[in-house]
């Protein structure tokens, strides 16, 4: 069955076409995200969300939303979507970060403008019949300093606005590299120093518990005096109490406006002031940027429905389509040896240590460990997945570390899991051969090479003679068919392990049995989700 998407808000007809295009149906409801009522009256029929701002994606929707696997939100703000309420219910949540991200620069750029010769007043003045040319002095922006807090996607396109408009340009941001400050033609400075050289400053940065009031009064403090800040990023990011002040006191010489702390923004203390340019979140209201976003948002969705493909996601590992084919056999894989640990121990876990040996250290490991995590604790949340089983795994308390090297054995690559309890450690590892069919190829410290079986039975015990014939006679005389078998020892005498393939789940009664033998040290029946493999 195809999958089906809703668009509850306004967006392009060419977008609408690319779902149809890429065989997913489609029905297009723009009003339907202002009714809440009806809106959570059919959204359980539909695997896709597709919104702008209007529809506010509640987790009372999401919880009624049984289908639902994908909400993509044309734009980059998702302020109206309860994304943990969707992560714990594995919904992945998309944006479209980059299709309005020079729209938004050049509305900051715009701004810059603005301030400096003082264009809106002298525009309200001149068509009002006045002729004030000695009241409308304003400032060359060549040659004058611009601090971009925040250089991502918007901010550093900004920025080399900025650097062509000979300016020179300082950026604040604690992921922004060398090199790539080097790329942009800007200097890297502590926000302390932007604040003390910036003529103007321009934010980019989302609103996080660590931006929220960035500039509030003692952050003016530090500036020059007749400064000039724009914000276009987010509402919150500035106090605006603080910054009437100063724009009164003229110690800030005018503020660029976009974004409120309250929207829609219908009053607030900042209008009416003559050195204040506002306007009501244009920074992405180009037709282009609506556009592109609608084009975005209709190919990300339709890729993860259609290809499993996952890209501009809040909160699951980004997957592109070229890769998701080669990545799919090592998702199972870290899936299976989740669930192998998972279901062989009863204690709490402390500590998860995931290695990625040789060629798996080059794949996507974000995607690798949430399938990890979601095998690993399925056994006792039977409902999570890759996405929400990082937040659960969090919400536990338990330490997840990763590690990477270079190929160090006789396998091309492999992942190694490896938990801790308050009592012992686990580990197993495996590989993906060509056949793309996930291995087990060390459980314990023992290697062996065992494939993934539907029905499994897994016994550790001192290597003797006689083992096998004990299991075998235990399930022949109970009517338990045995597929198969691998053993494994680390020495003679030493550990030994043996996997059991069965056609049917192991039965209680005839588990009691193997555990009650004085030569079994400990008997697990095991289960995995073979589709695909």
Same mark, same amino acid.
């Given at each position: 069955m195809a999958p089906r998407v809703l668009v509850s808000d306004k967006l392009s007809p060419t977008a609408v076409q690319i779902f149809k295009d890429r065989g997913v149906e489609v029905d297009y409801l723009p009003d339907l995200g202002k009714d809440k009522e009806k809106l959570l009256e059919v959204i359980g029929q539909y695997d896709g969300l597709a919104i702008r701002s209007a529809t506010k994606v509640t987790e009372k929707l999401i919880n009624a939303a049984t289908r639902l696997k994908v909400i993509g939100r044309?734009?980059?703000?998702?302020?109206?979507?309860?994304? !943990?309420?969707?992560?714990?219910?594995?919904?992945?949540?998309?944006?479209?970060?980059?299709?309005?991200?020079?729209?938004?620069?050049?509305?900051?750029?715009?701004?810059? &403008?603005?301030?400096?010769?003082?264009?809106?007043?002298?525009?309200?003045?001149?068509?009002?019949?006045?002729?004030?040319?000695?009241?409308?002095?304003?400032?060359?922006?060549?040659?004058?300093?611009?601090?971009?807090?925040?250089?991502?996607?918007?901010?550093?396109?900004?920025?080399?606005?900025?650097?062509?408009?000979?300016?020179?340009?300082?950026?604040?941001?604690p992921f922004l590299s060398d090199k790539?400050?080097?790329?942009?033609?800007?200097?890297?400075?502590?926000?302390?120093?932007?604040?003390?050289?910036?003529?103007?400053?321009?934010?980019?940065?989302?609103?996080?518990?660590?931006?929220?009031?960035?500039?509030?009064?003692?952050?003016?403090?530090?500036?020059?005096?007749?400064?000039?800040?724009?914000?276009?990023?987010?509402?919150?990011?500035?106090?605006e109490a603080d910054l009437i002040a100063a724009l009164k006191s003229g110690k800030v010489a005018g503020a660029g406006i976009d974004v409120f702390e309250v929207e829609p923004a219908e009053q607030n203390a900042l209008f009416g002031l003559?050195?204040?340019?506002?306007? !009501?979140?244009?920074?992405?209201?180009?037709?282009?940027?609506?556009?592109n976003v609608a084009l975005q948002v209709a190919e990300q969705m339709s890729d993860y429905l259609i290809k499993g493909a996952v890209s501009n996601a809040i909160n699951m590992p980004s997957i592109t389509a070229e890769e998701a084919p080669r990545l799919k056999p090592f998702v199972k894989l870290a899936e299976v040896l989740g669930a192998f640990v998972g279901q062989v121990t009863e204690d709490p876990i402390t500590e998860v240590e995931i290695l990625f040996d040789g060629s798996t250290a080059t794949m996507n490991t974000r995607a690798l460990i949430s399938a990890a995590l979601a095998g690993l604790i399925r056994p006792q949340v039977s409902d999570v997945n890759m996405v929400s089983a990082p937040i659960m795994v969090k919400e536990r308390g338990i330490i997840v570390a990763e590690v990477k090297r270079d190929k160090s054995g006789v396998f091309d690559?492999?992942?190694?899991?490896?938990?801790?309890?308050?009592?012992?450690?686990?580990?197993?590892?495996?590989?993906? &051969?060509?056949?793309?069919?996930?291995?087990?190829?060390?459980?314990?410290?023992?290697?062996?090479?065992?494939?993934?079986?539907?029905?499994?039975?897994?016994?550790?015990?001192?290597?003797?003679?006689?083992?096998?014939?004990?299991?075998?006679?235990?399930?022949?005389?109970?009517?338990?068919?045995?597929?198969? &078998?691998?053993?494994?020892?680390?020495? !003679?005498?030493?550990?030994?392990?043996?996997?059991?393939?069965?056609?049917?789940?192991?039965?209680e009664k005839v588990l009691e049995q193997v555990r009650a033998h004085k030569s079994i040290d400990s008997a697990k029946r095991l289960q995995f989700d073979v589709g695909g493999i």
């Amino acid at each position: 069955m195809a999958p089906r998407v809703l668009v509850s808000d306004k967006l392009s007809p060419t977008a609408v076409q690319i779902f149809k295009d890429r065989g997913v149906e489609v029905d297009y409801l723009p009003d339907l995200g202002k009714d809440k009522e009806k809106l959570l009256e059919v959204i359980g029929q539909y695997d896709g969300l597709a919104i702008r701002s209007a529809t506010k994606v509640t987790e009372k929707l999401i919880n009624a939303a049984t289908r639902l696997k994908v909400i993509g939100r044309a734009g980059i703000g998702v302020d109206n979507v309860d994304i !943990p309420a969707a992560s714990r219910k594995g919904i992945i949540v998309m944006n479209t970060p980059f299709g309005n991200s020079i729209t938004t620069a050049e509305h900051a750029v715009a701004m810059i &403008f603005a301030l400096a010769r003082q264009i809106p007043e002298a525009n309200a003045s001149t068509h009002a019949g006045k002729w004030e040319k000695n009241r409308f002095m304003g400032v060359e922006i060549t040659g004058k300093t611009l601090g971009v807090i925040g250089c991502g996607n918007i901010g550093s396109i900004v920025a080399t606005r900025g650097v062509g408009l000979k300016m020179h340009v300082i950026a604040f941001d604690p992921f922004l590299s060398d090199k790539r400050a080097e790329e942009l033609g800007v200097d890297k400075v502590e926000l302390d120093e932007l604040f003390a050289r910036a003529d103007f400053i321009t934010l980019h940065t989302p609103l996080t518990d660590k931006t929220r009031n960035i500039i509030d009064a003692g952050a003016i403090a530090k500036m020059k005096n007749g400064v000039r800040i724009i914000n276009c990023a987010r509402g919150g990011l500035i106090v605006e109490a603080d910054l009437i002040a100063a724009l009164k006191s003229g110690k800030v010489a005018g503020a660029g406006i976009d974004v409120f702390e309250v929207e829609p923004a219908e009053q607030n203390a900042l209008f009416g002031l003559e050195n204040v340019v506002a306007t !009501p979140h244009l920074g992405a209201s180009t037709a282009e940027a609506q556009e592109n976003v609608a084009l975005q948002v209709a190919e990300q969705m339709s890729d993860y429905l259609i290809k499993g493909a996952v890209s501009n996601a809040i909160n699951m590992p980004s997957i592109t389509a070229e890769e998701a084919p080669r990545l799919k056999p090592f998702v199972k894989l870290a899936e299976v040896l989740g669930a192998f640990v998972g279901q062989v121990t009863e204690d709490p876990i402390t500590e998860v240590e995931i290695l990625f040996d040789g060629s798996t250290a080059t794949m996507n490991t974000r995607a690798l460990i949430s399938a990890a995590l979601a095998g690993l604790i399925r056994p006792q949340v039977s409902d999570v997945n890759m996405v929400s089983a990082p937040i659960m795994v969090k919400e536990r308390g338990i330490i997840v570390a990763e590690v990477k090297r270079d190929k160090s054995g006789v396998f091309d690559g492999y992942i190694k899991l490896t938990v801790k309890t308050e009592h012992r450690t686990r580990s197993i590892a495996g590989t993906c &051969f060509s056949d793309g069919k996930p291995r087990f190829i060390q459980i314990k410290g023992i290697n062996l090479d065992a494939e993934v079986g539907q029905h499994m039975l897994y016994t550790t015990n001192a290597d003797a003679p006689g083992i096998i014939g004990l299991l075998g006679t235990v399930c022949g005389e109970n009517g338990v068919n045995i597929a198969n &078998f691998q053993l494994g020892r680390n020495r !003679p005498g030493g550990d030994a392990i043996a996997l059991l393939y069965l056609d049917a789940p192991f039965p209680e009664k005839v588990l009691e049995q193997v555990r009650a033998h004085k030569s079994i040290d400990s008997a697990k029946r095991l289960q995995f989700d073979v589709g695909g493999i």
